[in-house]
């Protein structure tokens, strides 16, 4: 890896953070007049802990992981955003990610000026290493890996992984947002060997709280110094940090809820790829299945007058005829199903029709 100076941007190097009033007081006090508070509405008149540290102890102790080597965030998409304004010069730096993947690298891309060099996965959504690092130039300070990825749904192999992490001089950010429903362990535990990884983890998915938005960035603490120097004083509310450490006493309950989430995935693959469906389902290690109906459109308005709302995902690259759907509770895997009972005969009879009638036509032509 570069020495980190001469990867973050000068400007965001040489920054003096703002200092908050709760971060210049330090000790014991009992009447607080630093912060330009109201004294009533307790405890909702107080600027919450800009450092999260109670929050931060619980998430190191249950990620076997030190308490500066964390940031915390308005879900991760503030921690991908917070990477790319920390390492790329407007105008002028690349960040390189993989296609198809998660929208959200690309837009805080955009956002920020930052050019967005996609690699395409192979036709199994497979990663190639040595064709990441060749789009990767002087001028490329982040590559983005999300594992397991969204919309596929497969683990990128570790192998590929290793290697980008050990030839890029860069930042390397594996996103692994769905990673308690994958197979494969968490690449936390290479944080000490890699200077350049950053693990991003998220509260919104297993943990089942994506409106108290709470996202993770693990990496070293040089890193996470240079993300807590550009973050807003206050990012993540009292709220948020309260509601997090109960949710987070709660692993029992979450690993439960991932085991059912786990069957239930198996029983919808199952479902759908036999009778009557036929859909193609490609492997998932997540939360979701990426599904091939052909004709993804149809299906997807069918579906929403039944009121079923899935993800349609038939204009993202490589992604044509599918729907990405969420496992739900067995409850709502039943309505799926029963919908795309409902609505799948009849768009198939319109499409032969259709398709003989291009047939009649083309015979026409000739004729
Ligand atoms: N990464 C991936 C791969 C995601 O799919 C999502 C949400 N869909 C996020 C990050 C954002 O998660 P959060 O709710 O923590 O912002």
Redesign the pocket.
Known sequence: MKELKDLVRPNVWVLKPYSSARDEFHGKASVFLDANENPWNVPYNRYPDPRQARLKERIAKLKGVKADSIFL????????DLIIRAFCEPGADSIVTIAP??G?YEVAAGVNAVECKEVPLDADFGLDAEVVLAEADDRTKVIFL?S????TGNSLDRGSIYKILRRFEGIVVI????IDFSAYPSLLRELDGFPNLVV??????AWGA?AI????AFASPEIIAVLDKIKYPYNVSLLTQEKALEILDGEEVMRNRVESILSERERLRYLLINKPFFFKVYPSD?NFLLVDVGDATAVYDALLKEGVVVRNRDNVRMCHGCLRITVGSPEENDRLLDALGRVCPPIRLQRIIRLMEEKEDGKEGQA
């Open positions: 965030g308005n879900g991760s998409d503030e921690a991908i993947s998660y959200m999300c397991p990825n969204n919309p996103d692994e947002a769905y991003l983890q998220t509260l919104s998915k994506a938005r709470l996202g993770m997540a």
